[in-house]
Each structure stands twice: as structure tokens, then as C-alpha cells.
T-cell receptor, first 109, second 112 residues
């Protein structure tokens, strides 16, 4: 079983839609959870991270962790064409990280 | 600007011709790592280094070598590249007190 499982998509939505990206993970012995955004021909960049269960909000983005069900979600409100990218979920503890395979998102103007 | 710099960005080479991909970070990070990214497989760790002169294998180390003689540099060496090493490679670094990685911009390698 993979440490982090992620639906690869692709996902295509109209501009302004609410986007939900989801991952599941195994092995609860990790301290924090992250979402990376990767534009085409670029390296992944850290978008958000959270330590605990519950929601963390940053502008149009909300990261949600449910440790009881081992579920990680990223919600994007009022999606924009500039949000078109691949989104990778990850879990980490110290310098040990595990990544999902990424979900490709396209926001259509 | 805090960054991880990889070179070259793109390389086409032939089977068996030794090559080195350089990686340098300017954030004084202790931890550095190499990943390859392939469609459907995501990011897979090749090698990592906890600090100078300390390196260890990741999930897919076969066919690769690394060295960490200086804190800022972590080159990836392919002694005898093969076509199955055609991939997108990322170097990344992190600190022991920070969150997550800072990634380089990637090196697209094609071995023919």
C-alpha cells in the first residue's frame, strides 16, 4: 500500500468553480501534511501545510485533514485559470516526506 | 533570493556516457535530496543527504551516485546512463527546523 494515494485526474472545471482535491494516507506517524502546486516545466512549490486535524485557510485555499479517516483535502474557491497546475499532497515528519502522484487541474476561462 | 539551482535544465545524451547533474542551494539547509518524476509514478526519491559526507539510498537508487562534499552542493551522477533513466529530475532541500522542501526547477533528461 502506498503511503499517500491521490486521484490523478485530470480535473477540468469552469472559472469560478469550487475545486476539491483529495488524498488518503496510511501510517499515522507523521507530523504534518502539505499541498504542493506544480506548474508545467517547473518544480513543485509549497502551497499550504497543516499539523493537525481540521481546516486551515489561506485566501481562496483551504486545507483540511481528517486524521480519524486518514483523509487530506484541498479546496479552491473561485478558481482562476492561473490555478491550472498539478497539485501534489504530501505528508512529512522531520526530513522524511511522502508524496502523492499529483492531480492535474485545468480551470477553463 | 532563496533557491535551489539545478543544471542543466535539459539534456539529451547517449547510453553509457557518464553525466553529472549539479544542484546547489543558498539557504544553508542541512538536508538535500534527489527525486525523479515519471507519469503515473509521481516523485520517487533517489538519494538523500542529512549533512556533509552523510548520504543514503532512497527508493530508486540503482544506476545513480551522489556526493556531499560541501553543504550547499549535492550533485547527481549517472555513471552509465540507460534509456530507463529518461525522466524529470528534481533536487530539493530542507532545514531541520522548517516545513517541507524547496525544489529546484528540474532537469529533463533523455537517454537515447
Amino acid at each position: 500500500q502506498k503511503e499517500v494515494e491521490q486521484d490523478p485526474g485530470p480535473l477540468s472545471v469552469p472559472e469560478g468553480a469550487i475545486v476539491s482535491l483529495n488524498c488518503t494516507y496510511s501510517n499515522s506517524a507523521f507530523q504534518y501534511f502539505m499541498w504542493y502546486r506544480q506548474y508545467s516545466r517547473k518544480g513543485p512549490e509549497l502551497l499550504m501545510y497543516t499539523y493537525s486535524s481540521g481546516n486551515k485557510e489561506d485566501g481562496r485555499f483551504t486545507a483540511q485533514v481528517d486524521k480519524s479517516s486518514k483523509y487530506i483535502s484541498l479546496f479552491i474557491r473561485d478558481s482562476q485559470p492561473s490555478d491550472s497546475a498539478t497539485y501534489l499532497c504530501a505528508k512529512g515528519s522531520g526530513n522524511q516526506f511522502y508524496f502523492g502522484t499529483g492531480t492535474s487541474l485545468t480551470v477553463i476561462p | 533570493e532563496a533557491q535551489v539551482t539545478q543544471n542543466p535544465r535539459c539534456l539529451i545524451t547517449v547510453t553509457g556516457k557518464k553525466l553529472t547533474v549539479t544542484c546547489s542551494q543558498n539557504m544553508n539547509h542541512e538536508y538535500m535530496s534527489w527525486y525523479r518524476q515519471d507519469p503515473g509514478l509521481g516523485l520517487r526519491q533517489i538519494y538523500y543527504s542529512m549533512n556533509v559526507e552523510v548520504t543514503d539510498k532512497g527508493d530508486v537508487p540503482e544506476g545513480y551516485k551522489v556526493s556531499r562534499k560541501e553543504k550547499r552542493n549535492f550533485p547527481l551522477i549517472l555513471e552509465s546512463p540507460s534509456p530507463n533513466q529518461t525522466s524529470l529530475y528534481f533536487c530539493a532541500s530542507s532545514s531541520t527546523t522548517g516545513i517541507g522542501y524547496t525544489f529546484g526547477s528540474g532537469t529533463r533528461l533523455t537517454v537515447v
